[in-house]
């Protein structure tokens, strides 16, 4: 998943030698952009039993790796080619530009959402404090204790990030370290790699207070004052950084592609594989497989699986779990397409456009999957969640992010100007 903007992010190198070449779109960046967005939808939406079906579940990444991974490959094609052809300092104005609007799209999130669990809260439809199980207690209860009261002051500057809306929050903190990334990129590409390994490293709580060293990370709640217990960005943009910029990376060059053999394939499925038993279905969900051991390793091995470090084993799951689904999809994604013309071969041509779509516009159908995925909570939580009804609300939602992708595209393509002719 990405925020970059323009819809045309994949087009593949030239495949022909004539005078006009032929490009073949690779759609598997759109492909898989879309399909982390549905999983979000999936995932967000409490009591949804479609998650049982997500990667978080079998792995130890999950769809935040997608869509970080696909930001910075996305990013690389959007903002990297105008530091190329606009020079530094314009490249550098168009991410000023794009953080603006993400940080817009993340005020207007939060407010939405926060007016619609007040909502249905207050409808009494059930007995759910909606609200209050987002934690917005500081916000509607506790804020007149406080010394210092203005909590909308504290979210305004990003030193308020509350739970659930910290993905916004930490793509605007990467979006900022791409003009630095590009010029250490014009002296040495090693440069690049030492500032993101190190800002890894710096943004791992368990290693640093070990050594003694600072850590690495905002503070989510300024009011509260004890360090040992001070929340932080529970998604830390100085760790997270490491997969934006891997995408980032390959897409412009500077990792070559890695080559497609057995050996390889081998050693990705044996990485995922080996993952499971290890994996909340192998050791947390329903009591596990019974695998005591591994519920007592992942105990005491946090820290190589944090989630708000980005602990390195997600890491490498995670390439090797995107290496077999580049391997699948094929070259530019020619497997995802089908050339037959029966019933079932045409209905997944339909259903592709549609992912497609939905990966093309990912920021506007980031933001509305939140909020959806909250309503739809609400909604099972009054219709209950038979089988049926689970299904329905999240057909719902799909269709909704559907919807929000084609309004999208149809806004970015301005009909409201006049066509030029020739």
């Known amino acids: 998943m990405t925020f970059a903007d323009p819809t045309n992010t994949a087009a593949a190198p030239s495949v022909s030698a004539s005078a006009n070449p032929v490009r073949v779109r690779d759609i598997r960046l759109d492909f898989f952009r879309g399909i982390a967005m549905f999983i979000i939808l999936f995932a967000h939406t409490p009591g949804n039993f479609l998650t049982r079906w997500i990667p ?10 997608m869509f970080v991974f696909c930001s910075g490959m996305a990013s690389a094609i959007a903002f990297g080619a105008t530091f190329d052809r606009a020079g530094f300092a314009l490249g550098t104005a168009r991410v000023g530009y794009r953080i603006w609007q993400v940080y817009w799209a993340h005020v207007g999130l939060f407010f939405a959402t926060a007016a619609l669990l ?12 909606y609200w209050g199980q987002m934690n917005l207690w500081m916000l509607f209860v506790e804020s007149e204790h406080w010394e210092n009261p203005n909590i909308l002051f504290s979210f305004m500057t990003l030193q308020w990030v509350p739970n659930l809306f910290d993905i916004l929050p930490m793509y605007m903190v990467i979006l900022a370290m791409m003009p630095l990334v590009i010029a250490l990129a014009r002296v040495h590409l090693g440069l690049v790699a030492a500032l993101c390994i190190a800002m890894w490293v710096l943004g791992q709580r368990r290693f640093m207070e070990a050594a003694g060293l600072p850590y690495l990370n905002f503070t989510a709640e300024p009011w509260v004052g004890n360090d040992d217990w001070q929340r932080r960005w529970f998604l830390n943009p100085f760790a997270w950084q490491l997969v934006f910029f891997t995408g980032f990376a390959f897409m412009r060059g500077w990792l070559p592609k890695p080559p497609v053999n057995a050996l390889l394939i081998g050693i990705a499925t044996f990485i995922v594989l080996a993952n499971i038993p290890f994996s909340s279905i192998g050791v947390r969900e329903n009591g596990g497989l019974g695998l005591d051991w591994a519920r007592e390793w992942r105990s005491e091995n946090r820290q190589w699986i944090s989630k708000s470090d980005f602990g390195i084993l997600r890491y490498i ?4 779990l995107a290496y077999l689904a580049w391997v699948l999809a094929g070259d530019k994604g020619n497997r995802l397409r089908v050339t037959a013309t029966h019933a079932f071969a045409r209905a997944w041509e339909k259903i592709l456009t549609l992912i497609l779509k939905v990966g093309q516009q990912s920021l506007a159908v980031f933001v509305v999957s939140i909020f959806v995925a909250r309503f739809n909570g609400f909604a099972m939580d009054v219709l209950g969640r038979d089988t049926g009804t689970v299904l329905a609300v999240n057909a719902f939602g799909c269709g909704v992010l559907i919807l929000t992708a084609y309004l999208a595209g149809w806004f970015k393509s301005t009909p409201w100007k006049p066509k030029v002719t020739r």
């Open 56 to 65: 978080a579940r079998w792995g130890f990444s999950d769809a935040t790796e």
């Open 118 to 129: 007040v909502y249905v809260t207050d409808l009494g439809i059930t007995d759910r404090n």
């Open 317 to 320: 799951q995670f390439l090797a």
